[in-house]
């Protein structure tokens, strides 16, 4: 007979090599020859590559499991789980491949511990239970491992939104994180949250083309929803060959669109007509136009079309019909989209040749008064040089040539300006005197611009020009530049 000594020596000798294999997490106690300590021990068996846990008497534990703080499954023949498993109460745990619905749906690692927290696997029904396939994501085939949070409890967050360490997540109805563009259906819904793109069904891309104050966007790397801040994306509603577009979402992490922000951060100043201008340094109009919310955001305003979509270039708003915030004119959202004040300088680029040598000199009113809203272009002197709807008029073909601007005549209610300005290259104007500044230009004319009355800095001089021509006397023939068909308005280039 062996004796209860000499049975525990056997016993611990048989298990030395169980407890090489075993990981050090797994041992919840050891075997003192005569119990077990701490409740119970791991046992490995290698054939099958599985593991049991066994109870102070040695029998295999069944069903839900603490151990030292974590939490295990183990199958009705006692194997523990790995991977999803399915515990409904007063039931056994069993391996899970289906859709996650039900309610009783967990994850466990390779070392057989239930998931909480943050975790990157496949889902059920396209998961391989094989170790290395299943808990490596090396899968041969065309599946892709989704994030899964899972609450304390250890089951997964399903069809709703939670905030995790300061950020939102919104998770679909089998508990992945959702990514890309996610429309809100609203509450009651059966999937409140739908992930849409360019490849959704039309049916799903018009319910955002139609509502696009209910669109949120989720970063494809962790997932967390953009707030208070600008989204670069593909719309649902184009093509997936379509260039991307800016949307705002707001501190609610919807998307800002004509009808408003849910949450703080922007809000709606004016509703206006917009049109492009072509290209740099022109007037010329694109042929089409679009109805736009200039809004502000974080104390800066922008163009967003009803959908939600920025605007951004030199734009002409129109529609104004009397507001004093917005008035009708050319307004620059160029470079970051926030609508810019003040003087900018602006470098024309072709999209196949680079630049074109020019660079274009623009002033748009850096505060709302009695002529202009904040950011419309001027037309007028400012700091010496002459614009035209905010564009500088400088000479294109000499050094100095004559620029007519009627809209600058009618300004002068006394009827003493003209309209008419000396300018260089530059747009800068050469200034009048009440006895005539002389300034010749590279091809020889001889110009005479006179100040008559204090306005004619504003809005123009009496120029008087001379081409070399004498008359009978031999005396310079001086030809005034009053004719109302002198519309040449030079608005082209300003070379750098």
């Given at each position: 007979m062996i004796t209860g000594m000499a049975a525990g020596i056997l016993l611990a000798t048989a298990l030395e090599g169980i407890w090489q294999k075993a990981p050090a997490t797994h041992f919840a106690g050891?075997?003192?020859?005569?119990?077990?300590?701490?409740?119970?021990?791991?046992?490995?068996?290698?054939?099958?590559?599985?593991?049991?846990?066994?109870?102070?008497?040695?029998?295999?534990?069944?069903?839900?499991?603490?151990?030292?703080?974590?939490?295990?499954?183990?199958?009705?023949?006692?194997?523990?789980?790995?991977?999803?498993?399915?515990?409904?109460?007063?039931?056994?745990?069993?391996p899970y491949s289906e859709t996650v619905?039900?309610?009783?749906?967990?994850?466990?690692?390779?070392?057989?511990?239930?998931?909480?927290?943050?975790?990157?696997?496949?889902?059920?029904?396209?998961?391989?239970?094989?170790?290395?396939?299943?808990?490596?994501?090396?899968?041969?085939?065309e599946y892709e491992m989704k994030?899964?949070?899972?609450?304390?409890?250890?089951?997964?967050?399903?069809?709703?939104?939670?905030?995790?360490?300061?950020?939102r997540y919104l998770f679909d109805d089998e508990g992945a994180v959702l990514t890309g563009w996610i429309y809100d259906r609203g509450d009651g819904s059966s999937e409140q949250y739908l992930r849409v793109d360019t490849d959704s069904q039309e049916s799903d891309k018009e319910l955002c083309r139609n509502n696009p104050e209910n669109m949120m966007y989720a970063t494809e790397g962790d997932g967390s929803l953009a707030t208070n801040q600008w989204v670069d994306a593909i719309p649902p509603?184009?093509?997936?060959?379509?260039?991307?577009?800016?949307?705002?979402?707001?501190?609610?992490?919807?998307?800002?669109?004509?009808s408003g922000g849910r949450g703080s951060g922007a809000s709606l100043s004016a509703k206006r007509k917009a049109q492009k201008v072509d290209e740099i340094g022109t007037y010329i109009l694109e042929g089409w136009s679009t109805d736009v919310n200039v809004t502000r955001i974080d104390g800066?305003?922008?163009?967003?079309?009803?959908?939600?979509?920025?605007?951004?270039?030199?734009?002409?708003?129109?529609?104004?019909?009397?507001?004093?915030?917005?008035?009708?004119?050319?307004y620059c959202f160029m470079d970051n989209a926030a609508m810019k004040t003040g003087p900018v300088m602006k470098e024309n680029v072709d999209d196949d040749d680079g630049s074109d040598g020019y660079v274009y000199y623009y002033y748009f009113s850096e505060r709302s008064n009695s002529k202009y809203s904040k950011g419309q272009g001027i037309s007028g002197v400012s700091a010496g040089r002459l614009y035209y709807q905010g564009l500088a008029v400088g000479a294109q073909f000499d050094t100095c040539e004559?620029?007519?601007?009627?809209?600058?005549?009618?300004?002068?209610?006394?009827?003493?300006?003209?309209?008419?300005?000396?300018?260089?290259?530059?747009?800068?104007?050469?200034?009048?005197?009440?006895?005539?500044?002389?300034?010749?230009s590279s091809d020889g004319n001889e110009y005479r611009v006179t100040k008559i009355s204090d306005k004619n800095d504003e809005y123009g001089y009496v120029i008087d020009y001379y081409d070399g021509e004498k008359d009978d006397d031999n005396r310079r023939v001086w030809k005034s530049l009053t004719e109302k068909d002198y519309d040449y308005i030079c608005w082209d280039t300003v070379e750098e």
């Open positions: 050891y075997y003192t020859g005569t119990a077990w300590a701490n409740g119970g021990q791991w046992e490995y068996n290698d054939a099958d590559n599985l593991w049991y846990y066994l109870d102070e008497k040695g029998e295999k534990v069944k069903g839900k499991k603490e151990l030292n703080g974590d939490v295990y499954f183990f199958g009705e023949d006692g194997t523990m789980l790995t991977g999803w498993v399915h515990c409904p109460k007063n039931e056994f745990p069993e619905e039900e309610g009783d749906i967990y994850y466990c690692g390779q070392d057989g511990k239930m998931a909480t927290g943050w975790v990157t696997v496949y889902n059920p029904e396209q998961a391989v239970y094989d170790d290395r396939q299943q808990f490596e994501g090396t899968q041969e085939d994030r899964y949070y899972f609450e304390e409890n250890g089951k997964p967050c399903r069809d709703r939104r939670k905030t995790i360490d300061g950020k509603w184009d093509d997936e060959d379509d260039d991307s577009r800016s949307f705002y979402a707001d501190s609610s992490s919807y998307v800002v669109t004509g800066k305003y922008y163009c967003l079309e009803d959908s939600g979509t920025r605007i951004d270039g030199m734009i002409f708003l129109s529609g104004a019909e009397g507001d004093p915030s917005f008035g009708d004119g050319l004559v620029v007519y601007l009627p809209t600058l005549e009618e300004k002068d209610d006394t009827g003493k300006s003209t309209g008419f300005f000396l300018v260089d290259g530059s747009g800068r104007v050469k200034k009048g005197t009440r006895g005539g500044s002389h300034y010749v």
